[in-house]
């Protein structure tokens, strides 16, 4: 194997503090000028990882390589990277310019390169008019381009990213997830991007490592995690509203197999016995009203959230369950509130996982 093609490469990494592991024997390979996010809830061991990568913490176990070289032993400052943090980490005392360039000047970089290298990042991040400002002159937004724009300079091969939208507001936070993009596509330089947002990483990455307490649960492009969800940790983590998760068996009814439980069933390509317990997942997007017909989910509308264009119904199953479901409906539907509802779905969406292991069943 070409270990060269690949920016960034952990062999069985992990860390342990004292007896706690909070990291566990990752395998993972970042191609070259990829953009790979690292998703999970807070305290699952993404932002650990990074710091591993970035030279911060020592790994108890495996080793790290970066272009192919094994820098597990080497000081961050020899590693190549450059890492933007959560909260900017900018001097304050020194103005942008300085900011951006004392990393350089620290390193012996000539005066006027390290001219060039700053008036360039500032042009590509639209901060040339505030070069002369000190950090508490700026906005949330503008702290952030200048901490990305002070990683530029050094053109490191591999940028690290700790959160770094996490102190912005959501109008500011989508706009910079753009300028972010537009960046990438730009400088084409191999970026890992740690965030708990789904959507920054569904918007951003070329692949997704959904992380659960400090375990790779699934690697894959935003379309694969989100289509074909691994296990029921995938499929319950992905997804705005969360997918439905129901329980039920398999039964045959008039020839035809069924996954059912109390309030719903729904057709089965899988070929498995009748009573073996399964997990249906059903996206809320992917129920609709039942036209006409029985359907094949009931639901007891307990809550009609109106978002606009669409309103959630939220309730449970008539049958009997205790499963709360969602399903996304067109326009304002507030008068299904505290009726029963028949919902049909797409027999294409359907997802299964076995129950014992919460593992995906079939392709």
């Known amino acids: 194997m070409d270990h060269t093609a690949f920016g960034v490469q952990l062999k069985g990494v992990g860390k342990a503090f004292g007896s706690v592991r909070v990291v566990a024997g990752l395998d993972l390979d970042v191609r070259q000028g990829e953009f790979v996010v690292l998703l999970g809830a807070s305290g699952c061991g993404k932002s650990t990882v990074l710091r591993m990568i970035a030279g911060l913490d020592e790994p108890s176990e495996g080793r790290i390589f970066i272009k192919g070289l094994d820098v597990t032993d080497t000081a961050p400052m020899k590693r190549d990277i450059a890492m933007v943090f959560q909260n900017y980490a900018l ?47 700026l906005s949330g937004g503008q702290r952030q381009r200048v901490a990305i724009g002070r990683c530029i300079v050094r053109e490191p091969s591999v940028f690290l990213f700790d959160e770094p939208l996490s102190n912005l ?144 119904l939220i309730g449970r199953l008539a049958g009997g369950g205790d499963d709360q479901v969602t399903a996304v409906v067109p326009g304002q539907r507030s008068e299904l509130l505290r009726q029963t509802v028949a919902l049909d779905h797409d027999p294409h969406a359907l997802h299964v996982f076995d129950r014992a292991t919460g593992q995906r069943v079939g392709a």
């Open 91 to 137: 001097y304050p005392h020194m103005d942008v310019a300085h900011n951006m360039s004392f990393a350089l000047e620290l390193a012996g970089v000539a005066p006027d390169e390290i001219r060039r290298r700053v008036e360039k990042a500032a042009q590509i991040l639209n901060i040339a008019q505030l070069l002369q400002r000190k950090p508490k002159e």
């Open 169 to 312: 507001d959501a109008k500011l936070r989508a706009h910079m997830r753009t300028e972010l993009a537009m960046l990438h596509e730009r400088l084409g330089k191999t970026t890992i991007y740690v965030t708990h947002d789904q959507v920054e990483a569904m918007t951003l990455a070329s692949r997704i490592v959904i992380f659960d307490k400090g375990r790779i649960q699934q690697v894959g492009t935003p379309s694969e995690v989100f289509n074909r969800p691994a296990n029921l940790f995938v499929a319950g983590f992905i997804g705005m509203p969360s997918m439905n998760l129901l329980e039920g068996r398999v039964r045959t009814v008039d020839g035809q197999r069924e996954l059912a439980g109390p309030g719903f069933a729904f057709p089965l390509a899988h070929e498995l016995p009748d009573g073996t317990a399964l997990v249906a997942g059903v996206r809320p997007q992917s129920l609709h009203p039942a036209a006409g017909a029985p359907g094949r989910l009931s639901l007891q509308v307990d809550v009609v959230e109106y978002l606009g264009m669409e309103s959630l």
